[in-house]
């Protein structure tokens, strides 16, 4: 019998999906541990892998283990059960979900590079009048500077500050150091509430649901206190890269160097330097976007869901993982307190309170007994009679012109980008459509250019309609172009800025925005929803809701919802310090209950209004979906593979609702035809035969696309 370990290979095929006995050589025996990232061979070829298990047999015909590519394991023992569950519950190959958990910097072992230094003392130090000298009394005078200001200050001193380091009188930072002591305010009596109760006890979930402004970060933070002083980490999870810079600013000033941040736009050195922190203990907060979720804590103590109604939490790309399930699962798994935070809760936790799942705790209060905004909704139905065609009703006009005038900031909310949101021919009806997708075209006044939001081509404006050649070609709907125009031809001295994903394209666009709104740069804010989520501009007085329908009718179940979530935090964005606040939604549906709801911030109303259709249409959460998405180059080949299975599944599993094949809401993308089937499973069926059948059907239909309990269904 000889030392044998099951290597996971680091490639995404399906005949590669499980994993494969190596021979652990003699001279890598004491070194061999689970979780590493080793070298094998593979065929005529070397591959990556990580080491499963480790156990004694025959090692006949079984090639040798050729190198450990570092020391410390990559995966703890529970991410690699975690790889596991998420190949089982989503469908993924093995390979998927370790790819999600060892980001590329850790696989090809790029060097850790922090993205800049900041520098204090670290003892005193004594020395002859040089330029040693010199810079180590600029670090005493100025605590915590930053490199670059350093090197600007004294353009030859690099070399002086890497031998200052090196003999312990300054101390470098990967991120900005604490140089005063942070502020704790005084907790209100329904926050303290909140927070003995989240510290009654560790492997508990939390529905913590607070209304806009009713503290829940102050919450957050003085849980983490807490588990900080305990020896312990936290992971802080954002929905949106927007968020992070107000949010990190507010957490390094209570715990300073412990912080770090985790999203998209680092760089793979500065996501390594991250990772290696808080693989080796050395951080203890990560503020991050949903990866962070697999960050290797080894001593994880809580883990903060910010905002848990986002749909951005549900990742869209295999593995296609809900960040909410998995963080459930992993603070489970490691005894650690999870807390789920809204002012909206997405109607499946709530319902898991009900269900006794989930603990709630609430903030029924603003901070200071703030009155929540006045909402005012404005039919444009009844503009239209009376012959008010502009984009802002009569109405928001005068509130604008008010507030402006009083000197408060406008923040205006449109949940589209771009001019005008199609280009239609007045002669024919024809819309402006994408070549390779069944969308409409979106016009972009900056570059003057039709773009398609999907595929991301552009196109000429055209003179004449490509169908009946008339003349007759004019603009419809409004994006955030459109209402940035609007505000300079009504108040052309106002300062603008404008918030979505044409403007912030960079991840460093997101925090100068914040800080030059924050600053009072600008008077007006217009943007999409990054700017409804948790911002908070003290001095706000009016938001401004150009179009509340936008997502009211999109062809999916929680329109309603996302409608609801929206406007209340939207809304929540006016009066959050010492401003009244007010807040003008325009719609024409104002009898819708999404909408009537919001106009009073009432969630229990809204939820048992929505938790009754639900029911009624057997929906989550009485149901379990999979999204089955056929794609392909043939429209009748997809079409027919479609119907195969839709009639595979009706016949093996009458207990369940098997809906379609439809085309998809966007029947053509990027060239490629789409039909989809939804199947609904409930639980009292159980589903281990249906996801057996899936995978097998994935196996054999390789443009199949499986979603479990999808939050896209466009």
């Not at 991120?175 to 209100?188: I, V």
């Not at 459930?328 to 499946?348: F, I, K, M, N, Y």
Request: with cysteine; hydrophobic share 40%; proline share 6%.
């Amino acid at each position: 019998m000889e030392p044998l370990a099951d290597i996971i290979i680091d490639r995404v095929v399906e005949s590669l999906d499980h994993p494969f006995t190596y021979r652990i050589p003699p001279e890598l025996v004491d070194a061999i541990a689970v979780g590493q990232w080793v070298t094998v061979p593979f065929g005529k070829s070397e591959v990556f892998g990580v080491v499963r298990h480790m156990r004694s047999g025959s090692s006949e015909g079984l090639k040798d283990i050729k190198t450990i590519r570092r020391l410390d394991p990559v995966l703890t023992p529970v991410l690699l059960e975690l790889a596991e569950w998420m190949q089982d519950r989503y469908l993924c190959f093995l390979a998927q979900a370790i790819r999600a958990m060892v980001p590329s910097a850790v696989r090809n072992d790029i060097r850790a590079r922090p993205a800049a230094v900041w520098y204090r003392v670290q003892r005193e130090r004594l020395g002859r009048r040089s330029l040693k000298q010199t810079v180590f009394e600029y670090v005493s005078e100025h605590p915590g500077v930053e490199r670059q200001t350093v090197l600007a200050a004294f353009p030859a001193s690099g070399p002086a500050l890497q031998a200052l380091v090196r003999e312990g009188a300054l101390q470098a930072f990967a991120y900005p150091p604490n140089t005063h002591e942070p502020s704790r305010p005084m907790l209100t009596e329904h926050q303290a509430q909140a927070l003995a109760r989240l510290k009654s006890g560790p492997n508990r979930a939390w529905l913590l649901q607070g209304v806009t402004g009713s503290g829940k970060t102050e919450i957050y933070l003085s849980l983490i206190e807490g588990v900080l002083a305990e020896g312990r980490q936290a992971m802080v999870l954002l929905p949106e890269i927007a968020l992070t810079p107000q949010t990190l600013t507010r957490f390094r000033e209570r715990f300073g160097i412990q912080v770090a941040v985790w999203h998209s736009g680092l760089s793979h050195g500065q996501r390594r330097a991250t990772w290696d922190g808080v693989r080796q203990g050395q951080i203890g907060v990560v503020v991050g976007a949903r990866s962070a979720v697999f960050l290797p804590f080894p001593n994880l103590g809580v883990i903060v869901l910010d905002e848990e109604h986002e749909p951005t939490y549900k990742q869209e790309e295999h593995p296609r993982y809900h960040t909410r399930e998995v963080a459930v699962w992993r603070g489970q798994r490691e005894r650690a307190t999870v807390v789920l935070g809204s002012a909206t809760p997405s109607v499946e936790s709530r319902y898991r309170v009900h269900q006794g799942e989930l603990e709630l705790v609430e903030l029924p209060e603003r901070v200071g007994g703030r009155a929540m905004p006045a909402v005012t909704i404005v039919d444009m139905r009844q503009e239209l009679k009376e012959g008010h065609r502009e984009i802002f009703s009569r109405l928001l006009k005068e509130s604008l012109t008010k507030v402006l005038k009083s000197g408060q900031q406008v923040i205006l909310f449109l949940n589209r980008r771009g001019y005008s949101t199609f280009i239609l021919c007045r002669s024919c009806g024809t819309a402006l459509e994408c070549s390779d997708c069944s969308v409409s075209l979106t016009f972009h006044q900056r570059e003057h250019r039709l773009f398609c939001h999907y595929c991301l081509n552009e196109f000429a404006v055209p003179d004449t309609c490509p169908e009946c050649y008339s003349d007759k070609i004019r603009h419809f709907g409004a994006g955030t172009e459109r209402v940035v125009e609007e505000v300079n031809r009504l108040f052309p001295k106002v300062r603008i800025l404008r918030a979505d994903r044409d403007t912030l394209t960079r991840p460093q666009d997101y925090a100068e925005l914040y800080h030059r709104f924050y600053d009072g740069e600008a008077d007006v804010l217009v943007g999409t929803q990054m700017i409804a989520k948790g911002m908070d501009f003290p001095q706000v007085g009016l938001v401004g809701v150009v179009a509340a329908d936008t997502a009211l009718h999109l062809p999916d179940f929680r329109s309603a919802e996302r409608t609801f979530q929206l406007l209340v935090q939207a809304a929540g964005r006016s009066g959050r310090k010492n401003t009244t606040g007010e807040v003008v939604i325009q719609t024409y549906n104002p009898d819708h209950y999404a909408i009537r709801w919001a106009q009073t911030h009432d969630y229990p109303a809204f939820f048992q209004e929505e938790i009754v259709n639900r029911k009624q249409t057997r929906y989550p959460p009485y149901a379990d979906l999979w999204l089955l998405l056929f794609e392909g180059e043939q429209d009748v080949v997809v079409q027919e593979r479609a119907l195969a299975a839709a009639h595979e599944l009706r016949s093996r599993w009458p207990n369940k609702d098997v809906l379609g094949p439809a085309p998809a809401p966007l029947a053509r993308v990027r060239g490629q035809y789409r039909y989809q089937v939804l199947v609904k499973s409930f639980p009292e069926t159980g589903d281990d035969d249906l996801t057996s059948y899936l995978k097998e059907l994935k196996i054999h239909d390789r443009q199949l696309s499986l979603t479990r309990d999808p939050y896209f269904l466009m």
